[in-house]
């Protein structure tokens, strides 16, 4: 089982930067493939990015590619997520998770239960 705890979010500008990250334990982080979801108010949780165990190159939702960067510190069981030129649409609760490709698609993997309380970013325009 992964726990996770996330932290970093905050209120910036428009063009602003800030950078999350995600603190794991439980199982193997360093065997884990892990991603960044997005919640925004009235809306579904969403893909924002991903990354494999082995520090593969990172996957993005279109919306956010070129913007953000994900990485990863298996050493400290942490995930990052670089946030640069944030945009008002990017405000949202963001969240981190165990992650799996399911036909296609990068999704939150089936025995994840935990989802942390997430961090919000607010994005003034």
């Known amino acids: 089982q992964v726990l996770v705890t996330e932290s970093g979010g905050g209120l910036v500008q428009a063009g602003g930067s800030l950078r999350l990250s995600c603190a794991a334990s439980?199982?193997?982080?360093?065997?884990?493939?892990m991603g960044w979801f997005r919640q925004a108010p009235g809306k579904e949780r969403t893909f924002v990015a991903a990354?494999?165990?082995?520090?593969?190159?990172?996957y993005y939702a279109d919306s956010v590619k070129g913007r953000f960067t994900i990485s990863r510190d298996n050493a400290n069981n942490t995930v990052y997520l670089q946030m640069n030129s944030l945009k008002h649409e990017d405000t949202a609760i963001y969240y981190c998770?165990?992650?799996?490709?399911?036909?296609?698609?990068?999704?939150?993997?089936?025995?994840?239960?935990?989802w942390g309380q997430g961090t919000q970013v607010t994005v003034s325009s």
């Open positions: 998770a165990p992650v799996n490709v399911y036909s296609g698609t990068w999704r939150p993997d089936r025995g994840f239960r935990s």
């Open positions: 439980g199982r193997t982080f360093s065997r884990i493939d």
């Open positions: 990354i494999r165990w082995n520090f593969d190159n990172g």
